[in-house]
């Protein structure tokens, strides 16, 4: 079993900085990419960054700017800095990984249970 648990949620105002974190635990053998995701109520779930074992990066447009996603390979753990927030980040995160467990051969996707951030003054 792999097990992604997300933190660091919460509300904030407008203009505000959040930072969440992705602890990946359970019987991993390695992660290759990671990434977060958002879903507003009503929307798709959107991608919001991603992040290579390697750490090269990659944004949505719209978060370009105010968001750095990063990661600690040695602790399995993800993060995301969110800078000058706006009402319209308020959403659901949540945290993807492709892991390949220590029983298998094969890379698989795992998600966290989310984690709600809501931008509102």
């Known amino acids: 079993q792999v097990q992604l648990v997300e933190s660091g949620g919460g509300l904030v105002q407008p203009g505000g900085s959040l930072r969440l974190s992705c602890a990946a635990s359970?019987?991993?053998?390695?992660?290759?990419?990671m990434g977060w995701y958002r879903q507003a109520p009503g929307n798709q779930r959107e991608l919001v960054a991603t992040?290579?074992?390697?750490?090269?990066?990659n944004y949505a447009d719209s978060m370009k700017g105010r968001f750095t996603i990063s990661r600690d390979n040695a602790k399995n753990t993800l993060y995301l800095q969110m800078n000058s927030l706006k009402p319209e980040d308020t959403a659901v995160y949540y945290c993807?990984?492709?892991?390949?467990?220590?029983?298998?051969?094969?890379?698989?996707?795992?998600w966290g249970q989310g984690t709600q951030v809501t931008v509102s003054s």
């Open positions: 992040i290579t074992r390697g750490g090269s990066t």
């Open positions: 993807n990984a492709r892991v390949r467990r220590l029983t298998s051969r094969y890379e698989a996707d795992y």
């Open positions: 359970g019987s991993i053998s390695s992660i290759n990419a």
